[in-house]
């Protein structure tokens, strides 16, 4: 508190300071008291964003839970009352009440699904055990205000602003089998002898994944710094004058306060895995040991052949596994809104 | 590693630095080279893309990438730009871009206008709608909006297809649901600081609530509307999952999706292939040079609250 701001005008002084008695100042105004110009303005504020948000984001939404349990190939209508008859063939089959036939399909016969599973579970474990902590390396690195930091951020930040299509063709020149980077340099560019690395369905996952942390790291990073510098400082002189060795200011100093962000970036780890699928379709259309969910339920609508009903259990299972995340999210943040 | 067998800190008073930071030479030793030697990581696919792009193909074709520079060549930028229609994609990312950007904030301020200054009883119910929403991995909703899209005609002045599947307007739809919620989400947190005396005042004086709103609220949010554009400038503009799934491979897509088409043109040379990536890079890099501040801004606000 500089002196400076002590020179205010002398009216704004009485207004200043916590309110023991007396109603909430800050209590909303009802939509009662307002008049019917001022509830118009509010209806259409509210009224048209509400809209467009259910139609095109919550009423697909729900519309995906729905069409699994069905059987449909897109062409002709849905028939939402006829079940579908096991023995008839599925030309005739279509547009009817399939129950969970779709899922138990995915989990049994799909050759695709479990692949995608097993996929989609490394992408989070790299996010998890390498690309998070060390964007909270770099954070924390950075923001100990060493020389350069400022262009240490800059540079790591900098594939966080390419899209990821983009990273995707930028980094075959250094996976090429020919004439790439890497090949060159260990020396295995030669025809017979040269690694195939988005080729080969054991090596492919894990070149596009160094791709996928390579970015996600600088993304990381930039939360954690937001996160760091909201720390009250004082926290780290206590800590300082008690003794604690950097290690154990940041582990049980600083990490514990900092859980609103630990959390957001426990929101974004995990859906930025299951929504992963830039790299992959830009790579090989994500086939050939790339498969992921979020490709197989693409390739079932935009695909030679259309499975509405697969599809949509396949975003279903994404969508249960995404509610886990969000819940938590949005527990953690309007928590003490309901309080309030 | 227990507390015992390190030096207890002699003086309080650190030497130097931030508060409470202590300085040792070989912690700063040890950081800087860390950090350059992640730096040297991170910019090497880059330049490297780059280092190919501006040689001719012939040179690399003989001698590989990795190799001395006999010439350097803006010829594969030229050929790119000419030979795939560039400047047509990159119109249509324009013209996806800028229109979605505006309506999101503006729509996005009415919302969280209401909701943090008037009260309609479900107030946080609506936040968490909206919150939620964006939350979403886009291929939980793809299926159900694919049909839909099929499904709504528009009329031809809006779209050449007479769908909303395959037009600049589906997309610009698309863009504005989907990201409504986090705009919506990061500034009701901010009109939220925006003390309730100027209200009260705006009241004494008789300001409607559009008033309120049009001419106190929205110029009060003018640094996190700002960084908004800038973060939603660049995720709109790198969108590709929307444009490959809504847009059937024609010439309405935006330039980062083309991008994926471009590959198969000129599979021939790959060092085409590397300028025209580095082309479609530059809108990006241009907000990373002037605006990286008003992004990290966008982003910060988005994960913490306030």
Known sequence: MSSASQVRNPAAATTTGPQKEGPVRRRRRGVRTLSTRDRVVVALLLGIPLLLDLAFVWFPAIGTLLLSFTKWNGVGSLHPT????????????????????????????????WPAVRHNLIWLAVFVLIATPLGMLFAVVIDRGIKGSRMYQSILFLPVMLSLALIGIIWEFVYSQDYGLINTVIGRNHNGNSIDWLGNPHLNLWAVLLEATW?????????????????????????????????????????????????????????????????????????????????????????????????????????LISLVPISIFLYQTFRREESQ | MSAETLPRLQAATPAGGGPGR??????????????????VLWVLPILFALYVAVRPYSETRKYGYVSMPHSFTFKNFSDAWSQSDMLHFFWNSVLITVPSVIIVLALASGVAFVLTRVNVKINIALLIVFTAGNLLPQQVIITPLFRIYLKIPLPHFLAGSGLMYNSIFGLVVINVAFQLGFCVFVLSNYMKSIPGEMYEAALVDGAGLWTRFWRLTVPLCRPALAALATLLTTWIYNDFFWAITLMSSGDKRPVTSALANLQGQFV??????AAAAMIAAIPTLVVYVLLQKQFIAGLSLGSSKG
């Not at chain 1, 129950?99 to 989990?107: D, E, L, S, T």
């Not at chain 1, 954690?224 to 049980?252: C, H, I, M, S």
Request: hydrophobic share 45%; with cysteine.
């Open chain 1, 82 to 113: 006829t079940t579908c008859k096991p023995n008839l063939p599925s030309i005739l089959n279509n547009g009817c009440v399939y129950g969970i036939q779709n899922y138990h399909q995915a989990v049994t016969i799909s050759p695709e699904f």
């Open chain 1, 215 to 319: 970015r996600q790291a600088g993304y990381v990073m930039v939360l954690y710094l937001a996160g760091l510098k909201a720390v009250d400082p004082t926290l780290r002189e206590a800590a300082l004058v008690d003794g604690a060795n950097a290690w154990q200011t940041f582990w049980r100093v600083i990490f514990p306060v900092m859980r609103p962000i630990n959390i957001v970036i426990m929101v974004v780890t995990v859906i930025e895995s299951l929504r992963a699928f830039d790299l992959v379709y830009i790579t090989n259309k994500g086939i050939n040991g790339l498969e992921l969910l979020s490709v197989l339920v693409t390739s079932n609508i935009v695909g030679e052949t259309q499975r509405v009903g697969f599809g949509s259990a396949l975003g279903v299972v994404l969508l």
């Open chain 2, 22 to 39: 202590r300085r040792r030479p070989l912690g700063q030793a040890a950081s800087q080279l860390f950090l350059i030697v992640s730096c």
């Open chain 2, 268 to 273: 021939s040379n790959q060092n085409m292939i």
